[in-house]
């Protein structure tokens, strides 16, 4: 059996988790993770460290080696203010994958991680359900230029990419606070240890538009589909749970879920609503015995400002995954509760 080796960079972050979680108990696949830092969490993945904005961080950690067959690039630069994302995340790709595309000697396959940001999602109102084939808008992302980059890489060459595109990816990395799963157990908690109601933090038309989420186990599974799969050479495909949703439907089942009453519309900026109660989570992580760790590491309310502020549709039509095979779907309200139920088992939430 001639195995794989697939390379995950940005292998700490909630979908490079996954990826290695999902591949590294295959008998036909060696995984080799890419992070600044060492993993938190137990893997028997061979781990690598690297600064990707530094090219020199890159060619000293990646040049050897030289049997990767498959990338997975997960990794992702934040900012409050999203026009300053593109340049460094452009960066990050370009150092990386020039130096593995150069030094891996039987290169067969690059999986871009994308979102539906690329059809011009966090802008406004777009055209739903979003398909591949949708034109780009006219505002430059990221997006664009790691794409745009890595055909241009391609020329000449026998290995193939594809792109995924999900939409708020449902997992969990420690460390990672623009995280869904883990922003809303903190946000919960916060609010039952105040004696406060579950009420819905964002825009009243974000309460009622309907919604979509990807599962990041899905996700995993579907990059790695379509990256071993001949027929999605160099093509682009929408990977959500499948389903639709309205947070108006979800909330009350999560205030069940948390034991709480259920709360109202109060548009608040959370992050200064938040302001000064770090302590009041360092009360909760002692009184039940949780993992120590702080805020920080769980929520970022500038994220929870921006997650519940789109007050328009995100739908992304995933009819051509299906078409080419891929055939995975998952509830999205038995996967929001399946992960909160593990978010508990591992002590990280009460």
Request: aromatic content about 14%.
């Amino acid at each position: 059996m001639t195995k794989k080796t697939a390379l995950v960079i940005g292998a700490t972050g909630v979908s490079g988790r996954a990826i290695l979680s999902h591949l590294e108990n295959k008998d036909d696949w060696n995984v080799i993770g890419v992070s600044r830092n060492a993993p938190y969490f137990e893997t028997s993945a061979k781990f690598v460290s690297a600064d990707i904005m530094d090219p020199a961080s890159c060619e000293a950690g990646l040049s050897g080696l030289t049997d990767v067959t498959h990338v997975f690039y997960t990794a992702y630069w934040d900012d409050p203010v999203f026009e300053k994302t593109r340049e460094p995340n452009a960066t990050m790709a370009r150092n990386s994958i020039s130096v593995i595309e150069r030094s891996a000697r039987n290169l067969q396959h690059i999986c871009l991680l994308q979102g539906t940001k690329y059809y011009g999602q966090y802008l406004g109102p777009f055209k739903t359900p979003a398909k591949e084939r949708d034109p780009r808008i006219s505002v430059p992302h990221f997006y664009y230029d790691q794409q745009d980059f890595l055909v241009e890489l391609q020329k000449g060459k026998s290995w193939s990419w594809s792109a995924a595109r999900p939409h708020v990816i449902c997992g969990y990395a420690l460390g990672n606070p623009l995280n869904l799963i883990s922003m809303i157990c903190v946000y919960a908690a916060i609010l039952k240890k105040l004696g406060t109601p579950l009420f819905w933090p964002g825009k009243p038309g974000a309460f009622t538009s309907v919604y979509q989420a990807t599962d990041s186990g899905l996700l995993a599974r579907a990059m790695v589909w379509m990256a071993t799969n001949p027929a999605c050479a160099n093509e682009a495909f929408n990977i959500t749970n499948g389903d639709y949703y309205r947070y108006q439907n979800l909330w009350p089942v999560f205030a069940d879920y948390f034991g709480m009453e259920m709360g109202g519309v109060e548009t608040t900026d959370m992050v200064k609503f938040m302001d000064g109660r770090e302590g009041l989570w360092d009360e909760i992580v002692r009184e039940h015995g949780l993992q120590p760790n702080p805020v920080s590491r769980l929520a970022n309310w500038h994220f929870t400002n921006y997650a519940f502020s789109n007050d328009w549709d995100v739908m992304s039509d995933t009819t051509k995954c299906r078409k080419y095979g891929f055939m995975e779907f998952i509830d999205s309200e038995e996967m929001f509760l399946g992960h909160f139920d593990e978010l508990r088992r591992m002590k990280i939430v009460p």
